[in-house]
Every structure is written in structure tokens, then in C-alpha cells.
Nanobody, 124 residues
Framework: QVQLVESGGGSVQAGGSLRLSCAASGYTASINVIGWFRQAPGKEREGVVAMYTDNNWTRYSGSVKGRFTISQDKAKNTVYLQMNSLKPEDTAMYFC?????????????????WGQGTQVTVSS
């Protein structure tokens, strides 16, 4: 089993920045892909970015490419999401997810481990 705990959410004005953290514990050696997803009220959960933990290859959604950056600190078993130039449409609950499938996917169904989420609110 793998446990994921997100932190770093909050409220920010448009154009501002936030950094989210996702701390992993448990059988983390089994994980080879980690991702960030978000879900706005009344909308489906959508993939933001996914990263292979072995080689740092990434896949970003078009809506955040160039503004968001994923990174990891293996010594701390922590993954980060740096979010810059935030827009009101980035407002959502952000979730960290992980899997051992090997698919660099932005699909919810491809991830088996999920955190509880952290809220990000961007005001105009």
C-alpha cells in the first residue's frame, strides 16, 4: 500500500503562485508514475501532469503547460507542483496520484493510489 498526503493549497490572486507538495509513504518502491489531478465543482476530475519517477519524463495537459512544473525529491519521497501565473479557472481541489502501471497517463482510471486533496482558489 501507498499513502499520499497533499499540502500547500490556499487562496491566491490571479497571476500569483503556489507550490503543492505530495508526501508518499508505504511501499513507495512499487511506484513508477506519479501525477497531479484537479477537480472543480460540478466538473470531472482531470489530469494536470504525470511524471515517471525513474527518469523524470513528464506529460502536461495543454491548459497548464508552461505555467505548472512537477518535480520530485526522492530523498524525501515528495513530489511538488509549482504553479505560476495562476488563473481563476485553475480553482479546484488538487489531488496527488500514483501507480505502478508504467503508463505516463493523465487518465484517472490509470492511477490506483490517491491522496485526499488540497484546495486551490484563485481570485480575479
Amino acid at each position: 500500500q501507498v499513502q499520499l498526503v497533499e499540502s500547500g493549497g490556499g487562496s491566491v490572486q490571479a497571476g500569483g503562485s503556489l507550490r503543492l507538495s505530495c508526501a508518499a509513504s508505504g511501499y513507495t518502491a512499487s511506484i513508477n508514475v506519479i501525477g497531479w489531478f484537479r477537480q472543480a465543482p460540478g466538473k470531472e476530475r482531470e489530469g494536470v501532469v504525470a511524471m515517471y519517477t525513474d527518469n523524470n519524463w513528464t506529460r502536461y495537459s495543454g491548459s497548464v503547460k508552461g505555467r505548472f512544473t512537477i518535480s520530485q525529491d526522492k530523498a524525501k519521497n515528495t513530489v511538488y507542483l509549482q504553479m505560476n501565473s495562476l488563473k481563476p479557472e485553475d480553482t479546484a481541489m488538487y489531488f496527488c496520484a500514483a501507480d505502478s502501471s508504467g503508463a505516463l497517463s493523465l487518465q484517472v482510471a490509470d492511477f490506483g493510489y490517491w491522496g485526499q486533496g488540497t484546495q486551490v482558489t484563485v481570485s480575479s
